[in-house]
């Protein structure tokens, strides 16, 4: 079993910036992949960004590339998304969730976490 808790979500202006953060239970972290996923009121949830157990590969949604980046501390169990240059496009719940899958490509994940919300103002 695999807990996640993500924070950091708020309200900002467009052009500005927010890093999220996941925090993880357990000592399988270092062995997991990691992932990001985001759902605007009325939509489908969507993947937004995934980074290998190492920290080595990363995988994005196109419209995210350049403005955002995933990373990982191992050893604080803990999974980033630093979201720069935002647009409210980009308004929705973010969620963490991890799979051990190694494969960044496919998005079903095993354990996710509660969201939080961004909101991007115009």
């Known amino acids: 079993q695999v807990q996640l808790v993500e924070s950091g979500g708020g309200l900002v202006q467009t052009g500005g910036s927010l890093r999220l953060s996941c925090a993880a239970s357990g000592r399988t972290f270092s062995s997991r992949t990691m992932g990001w996923f985001r759902q605007a009121p009325g939509k489908e949830r969507e993947f937004v960004a995934a980074?290998?157990?190492?920290?080595?590969?990363?995988h994005y949604l196109d419209s995210v590339k350049g403005r955002f980046t995933i990373s990982r501390d191992n050893a604080k169990n803990t999974v980033y998304l630093q979201m720069n240059s935002l647009r409210p496009e980009d308004t929705a719940v973010y969620y963490c969730?991890?799979?051990?899958?190694?494969?960044?490509?496919?998005?079903?994940?095993?354990?996710w976490g509660q969201g939080t919300q961004v909101t991007v103002s115009s």
């Open positions: 980074i290998s157990k190492s920290g080595g590969s990363t």
């Open positions: 969730a991890t799979k051990l899958s190694v494969v960044l490509t496919t998005y079903q994940y095993d354990y």
